[in-house]
């Protein structure tokens, strides 16, 4: 197997570099210039191609090409995505050069793999890697979050433990949770607090999500196996603009959010982001009553009971000020968030237990800064700098005297403690500093550099009894991710990327002396790996194009995984990093014919991965549970999804996703063992969805009643196939107890905009059908719920 996974290395590196040495550039004339939309910005990394020859280019931010060819005639032309494309005759002179400046209509009937009509996304498109982009445009009059939004992109599926401030993880291609990891514009979210986990952040915070599937370029540094959520803020530069929205709906649901900035023509510039949510979340479930009279729970009697400790509320703040377009900085920006949480826990990993008192709240305090320069000293030379400090304090309160069942009914206990007899304030600490520089060698060629540093420490105090007691022993992570890449694009119809990566980790905290747990010693550990891998693309034929990358990849484990949540999970210093060889292989095809479009899309993943870090239940005494992360021997997951998307001219959108994936125990004997038979060898990993898909159908009707108008409605669908929580293979004799059930709900959406965007109003119905939605665990996910929302965009 190895030497198979040599042999694939060695066939992308022999590939690329004769590719190379075949490319050779026989121009004799320069054209340049610079393109722009119809509203005089500059349109980022459009294709100029000379028709019929291999001679292209992509402009750069500012719009600015240049394109050397052969003397003769051609025909010129420049496309983006978001713009109509433009063909022009041109003249190539031996020896001349010749200015050619372009402006570009919008079009927004631009198909992608997500209806997709940002400029910038071309890039995504056209990179080597397996990555789609979801615009957020269409959506910033719905209630959704960012997780939410999400739910178009092909293979990715969003899971949830309740309402509103749930726990929540995305799960891309048969990986979830941890195995995905979250950027925004770039800087890695890992450990900043749960206001901002995806189910937090209003949709209208991006602009675009981008969404890399599996192998993930250097330029993120990052050691996902899963893939990598990136949301992209608008960082265009406006003279002013404010955009604010707020939202009421079912089970007390509150969310508001406000946008306001401004840029003046000395390069000043601020920005202010603030949102909140508040839900109740008191909407009804199926649940097991523990009797008191009795002293015992029946699990297979169920009641419809509704949630009564679920509160959440969160707010947060995000500033930011510095200098944009000044010839030593592109974009200088200081920035400081605060976030507050408030989250009642009404049960425990599993639906049976239900706490009346337990809670958590907490803040956090962010300062950041981030610098970026193209042509940084010389040509060709761009550079990103990010940094900032997260100081989080999280207070887990479990204090009550007090049994409850799902009625609210309660008991005194003999002993204080609904979980774990607790007050307790972790106080984190989170450093992180990014650094990438790419370096572009003419049109063909680009070296990019990447390295992130990131340092964590927590330390846990007691606050019962009137005082406080630190721990002593702190838990502390340190970790750093180089790579480095080099990309080969002789043209817009092909390219090539190889990469290597270097990891490091150092980590250290308590572990138990003995079986008791009454005493605990400071371990540390320090693990060390590389990585490497490949990435090509091509076009075929026009509107046929091809993706194959792979990697030997390292997954470092997280703060979760590591120290737990100091609550309802726990963690192990000893866990070790999860290594997995990925092969991704995609294709896709788009045609227009006159006002009709049509978007296909395959894709196929293999990765066959050591130490997998599962999350398990452990059954806890009093008929409680808690989870616990663990490495499992070896798991090869393997499948496919495809994608589909019809649009006719400005007034219909239909499309859909389907996966199929198959996340498999593949370790032939037991852990620890030479001779005795695994017994759930193939079979799938438990609390794993394997089969699900999503469609929906947008209709438009433009200048309804007055020009500038749109009516909008929008009817979406998730499906779920049942799936097992706990191993097929053990509990075969009664496997319906642990299974969740097949699932399909449906929504419906109604959205009014006036005056072109800039005052709106919509209707929702979530889950109109009230099916019985279920998720990790089989916890209860909202029934039928409405919601209706008002935003207000102004700005020049």
Not at 266 to 274: F, P, Q, S, V
């Amino acid at each position: 197997m190895k030497a198979n996974r040599l042999k694939f290395v060695i066939i992308f590196i022999l590939l690329s570099v004769q590719l190379a040495v075949s490319a050779q550039s026989a121009g004799s004339g320069t054209i340049s210039g610079r393109i722009t939309s119809s509203g005089g910005e500059a349109v980022s990394y459009a294709t100029i191609r000379l028709k019929g020859t291999a001679c292209a280019a992509h402009t750069d931010i500012e719009g600015i090409y240049q394109i050397k060819a052969p003397a003769g005639r051609y025909s010129l032309v420049a496309s983006a995505v978001g713009h109509k494309t433009v063909e022009r005759d041109v003249s190539v002179e031996a020896g001349g050069s010749q200015h050619i400046d372009i402006r570009m209509k919008e079009d927004a009937i631009q198909l992608d793999e997500v209806s997709v009509v940002s400029a910038g996304v071309s890039r995504v498109k056209n990179s080597a890697y397996n990555a789609v982009a979801v615009d957020t445009r269409d959506m910033l009059n719905t209630t959704k979050t960012l997780s939410e939004a999400l739910a178009k992109t092909p293979g990715l599926k969003l899971r949830e433990s309740g309402g509103v401030g749930s726990d929540m993880n995305l799960m891309l291609d048969g990986f979830s949770g941890k195995h995905v990891k979250i950027f925004i514009d770039g800087v890695p979210q890992e450990g900043v607090g749960s206001s901002f986990g995806l189910n937090n952040i209003p949709v209208s915070f991006a602009d675009r999500i981008e969404v890399y599937k599996g192998v993930v370029p250097v330029a993120f540094g990052t050691d996902a196996i899963g893939g990598v959520v990136n949301i992209v803020t608008n960082r265009k530069r406006r003279r002013w603009f404010i955009d604010a929205s707020y939202s009421y709906g079912s089970f007390n649901t509150h969310k508001s959010y406000i946008n306001f900035g401004q840029s003046f023509s000395n390069g000043l510039t601020y920005e202010i982001n603030a949102f909140q949510n508040y839900s109740d979340n008191s909407y009804r479930v199926d649940a097991p009553v523990f009797d008191f009279g009795s002293q015992s729970i029946d699990t297979k009697k169920l009641y419809n009971v509704k949630r009564f400790n679920d509160t959440y509320h969160n707010e947060a703040v995000v500033a930011k000020f510095g200098l944009t377009g000044k010839s030593w900085a592109d974009r200088l920006m200081l920035g400081f968030t605060y976030s507050h949480m408030y989250k009642e826990i009404q049960t425990g990993v599993r639906q049976k237990t239900v706490y009346g008192q337990k809670h958590r709240h907490g803040h956090s305090l962010m300062p950041s800064l981030e610098y970026s320069k193209r042509n940084l000293f010389t040509k060709g030379l761009d550079v990103t700098l990010t940094a900032n400090y997260n100081r989080n304090a999280t207070f887990n309160v479990d204090t009550a005297s007090y049994r409850y069942n799902w009625l609210g009914e309660r008991r005194r206990t003999s002993s204080p403690g609904e979980q774990t007899y607790q007050y307790l304030r972790a106080d984190n600490n989170n450093w992180n500093a990014t650094l990438n520089t790419t370096y572009r060698i003419g049109t063909a060629h680009a070296l990019t550099l990447n390295n992130v540093f990131n340092s964590f420490s927590r330390d846990n105090t007691s606050l019962l009894y009137g005082r406080e007691d630190k721990d002593p022993i702190s838990k502390d992570m340190r970790k750093n991710i180089t790579g480095l890449s080099y990309r080969f694009m002789p043209s817009e119809r092909w390219n090539v990327s190889l990469f290597g990566k270097y990891y490091s980790q150092y980590v250290s905290g308590p572990v138990a002396a003995d079986d008791t747990a009454s005493s605990y010693v400071r371990t540390s550990r320090t693990v060390d790996s590389w990585g490497y891998g490949a990435a090509a693309t091509c076009f075929i034929v026009d509107g046929l194009q091809a993706k194959l990358s792979y990697e030997k990849a390292c997954r470092l484990p997280t703060i979760e995984e590591m120290f737990g949540d100091e609550d309802l999970e726990s963690g192990s210093v000893l866990i070790r990093p999860e290594r997995s060889d990925n092969i991704n292989l995609s294709l896709s095809w788009s045609k227009s014919f006159g006002r009709h479009s049509l978007y296909l899309e395959g894709g196929m993943v293999y990765r066959d991965t050591r130490d997998y870090i599962q999350r398990s239940i452990a059954e806890l005494s009093g008929n409680r549970e808690g989870a616990y992360y663990e490495n499992y021997g070896r798991v090869k997951t393997a499948g496919f999804n495809l994608s589909a998307r019809y649009t006719l001219g400005r007034w219909l959108s239909v499309g859909g996703n389907f996966t199929r994936m198959d996340v498999r125990d593949n370790e032939k004997l037991m852990v620890g063992s030479n001779s005795v038979a695994n017994p759930m060898y193939h079979t799938r990993m438990p609390n794993v969805p394997w089969q699900f898909a999503d469609a929906d159908v947008n209709l438009y009707w433009h200048d309804l009643l007055k020009d500038g108008n749109t009516l909008t409605l929008t009817y979406d669908n998730q499906y779920l196939h049942s799936f097992c929580y706990y191993s097929d293979g053990v509990q075969a004799a009664n496997l319906n107890d642990y299974m969740v059930p097949t699932q399909f709900s449906h929504n419906l959406t109604l959205t009014y905009s006036m005056s072109r965007g800039r005052y709106n109003v919509s209707l929702e119905c979530r889950n109109f059908t009230n099916e019985k939605l279920y998720d990790n665990f089989s916890l209860q996910k909202a029934g039928r719920a409405f919601y209706g929302k008002v935003r207000i965009y102004l700005g020049k």
